[in-house]
């Protein structure tokens, strides 16, 4: 290796570590609009959360479609859990309308947003 080289390898090496601000935690949240998401899923709008149950790895919602006090139907009542890794699965009225990566293909519905685990504060990409 020529001495070229060689310096010009200790400089890469030396720019790829000597960051500080990249060895702090980040934490990756994904934010979804349910409401929106489920009526691209599901059809129909006036869609409404009921209920939320947090478990360690994911948090599930209850929703339904409709009034309650709208007695000439029921009501579609859908289950949401979001994984804290990106993972989705979404069950309509029993049937099974999504069961994937949120953040795999382009979800209007769903972004990525990133904080400063110490902090909270965001994190802006560019």
């Known amino acids: 290796m020529t001495d070229t080289n060689q310096q010009n390898t200790i400089e890469l090496l030396q720019a790829e570590f000597n960051h500080p601000e990249w060895d702090e935690p980040i934490v990756c949240r994904v934010e979804v609009d349910l409401p929106t ?12 959360v009921y209920s939320e149950e947090v478990e360690e790895s994911c948090i599930s ?34 049937k099974s309308l999504f069961d994937g990566s949120l953040t795999a293909g382009a979800n209007e519905c769903a972004h990525l947003s ?8 965001k994190i802006t990409l560019n």
């Open 61 to 94: 919602f209850g929703m339904r479609q409709g009034s309650m006090h709208d007695t000439k139907r029921a009501p579609k009542l859908a289950e949401v859990t979001l994984y804290h890794n990106g993972y989705a699965i979404v069950d309509v009225d029993g």
């Open 114 to 121: 990133y904080y400063h685990a110490g902090s909270g504060e």
């Open 37 to 48: 998401w489920l009526s691209q899923l599901a059809g129909g709008c006036d869609w409404e």
